[in-house]
T-cell receptor
Framework: EAQVTQNPRYLITVTGKKLTVTCSQN?????MSWYRQDPGLGLRQIYY???????DKGDVPEGYKVSRKEKRNFPLILESPSPNQTSLYFC???????????FGSGTQLSVL | AQRVTQPEKLLSVFKGAPVELKCNYS??????LFWYVQYSRQRLQLLLR??SRESIKGFTADLNKGETSFHLKKPFAQEEDSAMYYC???????????FGTGTKLQVIP
C-alpha cells in the first residue's frame, strides 16, 4: 500500500531535549516536505526536499533541521525544542513536477 | 510572494443546503490549485485539483483567474462533509506549496 509513515504519533518532551520525528515513503517520490499545523494558522511549510541531498527552507524553518540521505526518508530534527514548537506535524511527499501531496498521519508534539 | 486566503474560519450550513467555501490566491505566475480535506485531525487528503476538473463527493471547484479565486462548491451538504478544508497553491517551479488557514465546515443535521 502506498503510504507516508510518520513516527511517533504522539510525543511529549521537555525544553532542550533533542528529538527526531521520522518520515518514510514507499512511493519513490522525489519531493518530500514537513508542515506544522496550528489553530488559526493552517499548515505552514517548515522544510522541503526536491531529492536526495537537496533541501531548502520553507516559511517557518527556525528551530528545525532536516536531512535527506535516502530517497525514502526525511527526518525532522529539533535540536533544542521549545514550548512554541508544540504543534501537530505532518510529513508529505509527491512526485516531481507537481501533483497531489500524500500526507502522513501526523505527529502531535508537546514541549513542556 | 504567493498567498492563499480563506476568509471563513467556520462555515455552518444545514444538511441539504448548498455549500461554498471561499479561496482567493495571490500569485504572479500560472497557479496550480488544490483543495485538501481533513476529517477529525486525521491526515489531509486531496479532494480536488483544478487541472483535473473532477467532481469528488459532489464537490466542484472552478479556477477563476480574473477574480483569482478557486471556490469549492457543493449543491447539497451532507453530514459526512463536516471537516476542515484547506485550499493550497503550488508555485515556484513546483517547489513551494502554500496553504490557506483552513475553513471548518459544520453540517447541521
Amino acid at each position: 500500500e502506498a503510504q507516508v509513515t510518520q513516527n511517533p504519533r504522539y510525543l511529549i518532551t521537555v525544553t532542550g531535549k533533542k528529538l527526531t520525528v521520522t518520515c518514510s515513503q514507499n512511493m519513490n517520490h522525489e519531493y518530500m516536505s514537513w508542515y506544522r499545523q496550528d489553530p488559526g494558522l493552517g499548515l505552514r511549510q517548515i522544510y522541503y526536499s526536491m531529492n536526495v541531498e537537496v533541501t531548502d527552507k520553507g516559511d517557518v524553518p527556525e528551530g528545525y533541521k532536516v536531512s535527506r540521505k535516502e530517497k525514502r526518508n526525511f527526518p525532522l530534527i529539533l535540536e533544542s525544542p521549545s514550548p512554541n514548537q508544540t504543534s501537530l506535524y505532518f510529513c508529505a511527499s509527491r512526485r516531481t513536477g507537481g501533483g497531489k501531496l500524500f500526507f502522513g498521519s501526523g505527529t502531535q508534539l508537546s514541549v513542556l | 510572494a504567493q498567498r492563499v486566503t480563506q476568509p471563513e474560519k467556520l462555515l455552518s450550513v444545514f444538511k441539504g443546503a448548498p455549500v461554498e467555501l471561499k479561496c482567493n490566491y495571490s500569485y504572479s505566475g500560472s497557479p496550480e490549485l488544490f483543495w485538501y480535506v481533513q476529517y477529525s485531525r486525521q491526515r489531509l487528503q486531496l479532494l480536488l485539483r483544478h487541472i483535473s476538473r473532477e467532481s469528488i463527493k459532489g464537490f466542484t471547484a472552478d479556477l477563476n483567474k480574473g477574480e483569482t479565486s478557486f471556490h469549492l462548491k457543493k449543491p447539497f451538504a451532507q453530514e459526512e462533509d463536516s471537516a476542515m478544508y484547506y485550499c493550497a497553491l503550488l508555485s515556484g517551479g513546483y517547489q513551494k506549496v502554500t496553504f490557506g488557514t483552513g475553513t471548518k465546515l459544520q453540517v447541521i443535521p
